[in-house]
């Protein structure tokens, strides 16, 4: 199972930005694409973005406009670039290969807080 560890969360104003990164223990080139997750409290695990292998990158609605993900496979990681944060991006966010379930082995994820 790939392990992966998240990184760069924070707390944050409204408007502002920030960069996660994932980095994942082995190529990421083995899987068809690495996702994008997050989990507010009290709410279930939200696809973000998914990464597919050959290039084209799909956002959530919610997203779409103020997040770009990007992936560099010579350092196996993957990274969100996030722009123009709200309060309702609040939440803890993962990365994993797509199609991961419950049952797959997951990081511990990043925090994001977006809060004036």
């Known amino acids: 199972?790939?392990?992966?560890?998240?990184?760069?969360?924070?707390?944050v104003q409204p408007g502002g930005s920030l960069t996660l990164s994932c980095v994942a223990s082995g190529s990421i080139d083995r899987f068809n694409a690495m996702e994008w997750y997050r989990q507010a409290p009290g709410k279930e695990r939200e696809w973000v973005a998914t990464l597919f292998r050959y290039g084209r990158i799909d956002y959530a609605d919610s997203v779409k406009g103020r997040f770009a993900a990007s992936r560099d496979s010579a350092k196996n990681t993957v990274y969100l670039q996030m722009s123009n944060l709200k309060p309702e991006d609040t939440a803890r966010y993962y990365c994993n290969r797509a199609g991961a379930g419950p049952y797959d082995s997951w990081g511990q994820g990043t925090q994001v807080t977006v809060s004036s």
């Not at 199972?1 to 998240?6: A, D, G, T, W």
Request: net charge negative; proline share 0%; charged share 10%.
């Open 1 to 11: 199972q790939v392990q992966l560890v998240e990184s760069g969360g924070g707390l």
